[in-house]
């Protein structure tokens, strides 16, 4: 997008959005920061799909719908990309990196819509994918794998993943983390099982004292290097979701706990941290956690709805679960 038109989207937005915050002036105190960013990274989205929809012809227009594609990914708004990703997709514009982008995206937009045909699509990419470099590929598939949880269909959740790992069948540690989810994914549906935990602060508390409450079990390190590049994202949805009845428990697997609480004080993290040698020493076991990061999202019945999310998806499930409830 040209510099020009970027500035004048960008004061369009902000001249609508100033005008909206003084009819909700009364309620802004009661917004967190992370809910306020969250609507203004919609309020851009949705400006910006409509000015794709009208400038379909506009020089600027492959770096607007790219822009576009990235925060929809980023952010898990596939249900509506469906129309840009087709034309990048028909015009063959915007480079390998953009028809690659495109390509994921009409998969997961067809998935967010609960549409057969996204199974089938992603199948179609999987054959063309390099083996050699499969990280990418893993990324999608794991998206893929959450919106099929998010939409409670987890047999094909379980088919992603089997298909992932048969397309990389000569790589061992391809096959061996698809193995791993798989196995985690037989405790969606099934009410958690017990755990307890002693914080790096002193407190003892158990899942049952959170009765009523969405709770994520995240088991995490301080090097564990994904865990620390999500915890950005994951602090958000915590101040997002918090004041929605929803708690994070960090299961470590540091030694120290002094590291840990260190950890905890320069990141300012202000859900409860513990090691998992400080809960019951079968913890990993019954949460089926070979490697980290491994997420559990137990719903206020005590059910686990969702394995092995990112923040990202946490976030998506979060919601859904919100409009269940509110119908």
Avoid at 263 to 283: C, K, M
């Amino acid at each position: 997008m040209s510099q020009r038109n970027l500035s004048f989207l960008i004061v369009q937005i902000i001249i609508c959005q100033w005008f909206m915050s003084l009819s909700a002036a009364e309620d802004a105190s009661s917004v967190s920061f992370a809910q306020l960013r969250n609507g203004q990274i919609q309020a851009d989205f949705q400006a910006v799909s409509k000015w794709l929809t009208e400038n379909s012809d506009a020089p600027d227009f492959i770096e607007a719908a790219i822009w576009y594609l990235e925060t929809a990914y980023e952010y898990g708004w596939y249900a509506d990309t469906s129309a840009i990703a087709k034309k990048i997709i028909a015009d063959r514009s915007g480079g390998p990196e953009a028809q690659k982008l495109a390509h994921r995206l009409s998969v997961l937009a067809q998935a967010a819509r609960q549409e057969e045909t996204a199974f089938a699509d992603f199948q179609t990419q999987l054959r063309s994918v390099s083996i050699r470099d499969p990280n990418e590929t893993l990324e999608f598939a794991f998206a893929l794998c959450a919106q099929y949880q998010i939409n409670r269909d987890i047999d094909a959740a379980r088919e992603v993943l089997q298909v992932t790992s048969e397309s990389f069948f000569l790589n061992m540690q391809v096959r061996i983390l698809c193995d791993r989810r798989l196995a985690k994914l037989l405790l969606v549906g099934k009410t958690a099982p017990a755990l307890s935990w002693k914080t790096v602060t002193g407190e003892s508390a158990s899942l049952t004292d959170l009765q009523g409450q969405t709770v994520l079990v995240d088991f995490w390190a301080t090097n564990c290097a994904p865990c620390l590049a999500d915890l950005p994202h994951l602090k958000q949805v915590y101040s997002r979701f918090h004041p929605q009845k929803f708690e994070i428990v960090g299961l470590s697997l540091d030694q120290s706990s002094k590291d840990v609480l260190a950890f905890r004080e320069s990141r300012h993290l202000t859900w409860p941290l513990a090691l998992v040698t400080d809960s019951p020493a079968d913890t990993r076991e019954k949460f089926r956690v070979v490697t980290i990061p491994s997420t559990f999202l137990v719903d206020r019945e005590g059910k686990i709805v969702l394995v092995d999310g990112t923040a990202r998806d946490i976030a998506l499930m979060l919601e859904k679960l919100a409009e269940t409830t509110r119908k």
